[in-house]
């Protein structure tokens, strides 16, 4: 038996599971979207998740036709009839079927999906090694023309992002807004570690507010460890102690190289490898 797919109330198999060509998901990448990780049988941070997914469904005027906690039961659900305890779950809600103009108002009924599967987990080698990434020419949407807050089904700008990465031979690619300050990866948040400070880009530099990005920030206040959210320049990235991104499939990756500058020694560093521990900690006890 195949992968079974929740789509619009149901559990059908992932060869049924399909949207009308007239969903505006598809037609104008109207909707949103969440990665989220489950662990032993618990979903990680899944309020949080939720919060954000319906955060994003009212800044673009989406209303969900559930309720929260419905929500949540759907992806438990999703995961019991997969047999998953460890999974990646894909939730995207699209504004659904309407015509072909962009008028949302034509879109009645959102198109409500949830995938489970098994997690790809990033080769060991990241982890030990640790990433070489580069900057990228693309930069970070304006928060002015689309809010990088909104996890929206518009992920083109990411993609471009990714492709120049790949093009260079990376796995991630680092964005700059528009002010010309470090943003973020196309599906990370950065950090750095300098001096014993634990660096990360505001909210206003415009990224994305990740959920994996608030634990760390916690789990280091926790340890008494200084933490600033402040605008970065490429060049404090370059010259840091240490630096790691965050994402929930990533969970803590450290980054040993950035634009061919070696980080800290070129070995992932002593507190990112101490924070990865303390994560990997909180998702073991669920
Ligand atoms: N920034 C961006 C732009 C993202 O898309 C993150 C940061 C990290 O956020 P969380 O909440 O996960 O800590 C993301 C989310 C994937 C995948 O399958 C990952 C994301 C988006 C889309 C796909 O690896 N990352």
């Known amino acids: 038996m195949g992968l079974k797919v929740y789509i619009d109330g149901k559990l059908v198999e992932q060869e049924q599971a399909a949207v ?17 990780r489950a662990y032993n049988g618990t979903i990680f941070k899944a309020d949080e998740h939720i919060k954000r997914l319906y955060n994003s469904a009212k800044a673009i005027m989406l209303r969900i036709p559930m309720e929260p906690e419905e ?3 759907a992806m438990y659900d999703t995961m019991a009839a997969n047999n998953l305890s460890d999974a990646y779950i894909r939730v995207v809600v699209t504004r659904g079927p309407g015509d072909l103009g962009l008028d949302p108002r034509k879109c009645p009924t959102p198109s409500i999906i949830i995938i489970t599967a098994d997690i790809q987990l990033y080769p060991e080698e990241f982890y030990r090694k640790g990433l070489d990434i580069v900057t ?3 930069r970070r949407v304006n928060s002015s023309a689309l809010s990088p807050r909104i996890k929206s089904c518009n992920y083109l700008n990411n993609i471009m992002a990714k492709l120049e990465g790949i093009r260079a031979g990376c796995v991630e690619a680092l964005m700059l807004n528009s002010r010309g300050e470090v943003a973020e ?16 880009p505001p909210l ?32 404090e990235l370059y010259v840091a102690d240490e630096c790691f991104l965050t994402g929930s ?35 073991s006890e669920g």
Not at 20 to 36: A, T
Not at 205 to 223: F, Q, S
Request: aromatic share 6%.
């Open 185 to 200: 990866c196309t599906g990370d948040n950065i950090f750095i570690v300098d001096g014993g400070v634990l660096s990360t």
């Open 249 to 283: 499939a990533a969970e803590i990756v450290p980054v040993v190289c950035i634009d061919g500058r070696q980080i800290g020694d070129g070995t992932p560093g002593k507190t990112t490898l101490q924070l990865l521990a303390k994560f990997r900690q909180l998702t």
């Open 20 to 36: 009308s060509v007239f969903d505006h998901g598809l037609l104008y990448g109207d909707g949103i979207f969440e990665g989220i």
């Open 136 to 138: 990228v020419s693309t």
């Open 204 to 235: 206003d530099a415009g990224i994305l507010g990740g959920i994996t990005r608030d634990v760390v920030i916690k789990i280091a206040r926790g340890e008494s460890m200084p933490v600033r959210e402040s605008p970065l320049t490429v060049y």
């Open 71 to 73: 929500f949540k039961k």
